[in-house]
């Protein structure tokens, strides 16, 4: 049976990939945090009233400092790449990735103009052929955390994107956005009969933002299209003990037998994980 979703750390990937793969990453999570950096800033000056002087020192636009022949992405967006707390001098981007970050020449993939979002975004288009379709999950769902996507940058890549987008946007919703404001991409997901997209939005982020009656469905889609329960996080607990699902699941199996069809081994081993669980003899649950 499939396993849920795995991404690769940032280390794992760069290990996997050319080092002309590499070096168009490190470009690229550079521009996505240095954005995400620039918001941050321009959000605090406003609220404070202080304007940014002309004498503004190495960490310019975007958080990078250039020096010589390499550009240092500052500790935030080092963290935002990597998950954990920025290590001592944080991440040196060489060569081409100075003069690019310096505004001397444009960036990977561009021929120069606009800065900022619209340049990460479309990046993070580019990640499957710059990097190999076979990392391109792993690699968007890095530009978005570097880049701190909330929720409307989500949902306005998803709905522009191909499906192979719309799925890194779903897999990087758990990291990205703590509350429901993104379960309508969800349910989109879900009305679809794209067995990918479909798996990657019964990830973490449903099993925690989703309703009963809608995550009921999503286990039942699951089954309709051929995607394996290992997919649907927090199955065990949240199927325990609920017996709405246990009758969708016997009506499901009911009908395929009448039918003279086989009931899926995924949908008998859903059905025993919504028994309660056993009284102890004080009658508490163990």
Sequence with gaps: MTCPVHLPTREELAAALSEAARDWLDLALA?????AESEVGTAAGAGSGAESGAGAGPAAEGGAAVNGGSVSVSGAASAAVSGAAP?????????AGAAYRAGAVPGPGQSGGARGAARWESLFAQAGRRCGHEHADAVRVLLLRAAHAGPDTLTRLYGQGTAAERRAVLLALPALVPGPAALPLVRDALRTNDTRLVAAAVGP??????????????????LFTGVPVTAVAALAERARGDTELAR?????ARERTAAGRPVPDDLRYTLTLTAPRAAT???EES
């Design 87 to 95: 290590v001592s001098g944080a991440a040196a981007v060489s060569g």
């Design 248 to 252: 969708m699941l016997d009506d499901q």
């Design 31 to 35: 521009e996505a945090g240095g954005e």
């Design 281 to 283: 003899a004080t009658g």
């Design 205 to 222: 982020y449903a099993a925690v933002h989703l309703d009963a009656h809608a995550w009921r469905h999503a286990v039942l889609k699951c």
